[in-house]
């Protein structure tokens, strides 16, 4: 079974696998230098209308998650997630974002879909 950690950027051991920062803005305060990540795949994140619609209310999550899977089956979304499946099958792979509540993020339905996506493929 593939892992796949979700952390918060500056988070889990660096040595955990492959570091793939997964949101669409850049963290503030973060140089290029500093970046904890080895790749920056802004094109799976979630659109910045539904990123901005959701606002990590509660009440809005299970929609969110139903919208957000939808973006990622569409085209503009296939070459980011074929990239992920292929980390993937190299080994284990940390999903990164600089929101607090990562439980509440789009990393748990990135997961989900990545392993779906791999066991289907």
Known sequence: MPEIILGRVGGPDK???RRVLVDRLW????????ADWQEWLK????????????????????EFERRY?????????AQAIARLVHL???GPLV????TRDVEGSQLPTLRDFLLVRRTVG
Not at 45 to 57: D, K
Request: aromatic share 4%.
């Open 69 to 77: 899977r939808q973006e990622l089956a569409d085209e503009q979304h």
């Open 88 to 90: 993937l099958e190299e």
């Open 95 to 98: 999903l990164l974002t600089q």
């Open 43 to 62: 094109d799976v994140a979630p659109s910045t209308e539904l990123r901005r619609w959701y606002g990590h209310e509660p009440g809005r999550r299970a």
């Open 15 to 17: 040595s955990a696998g």
């Open 27 to 34: 963290p503030r305060g973060v140089s290029r230098e500093r």
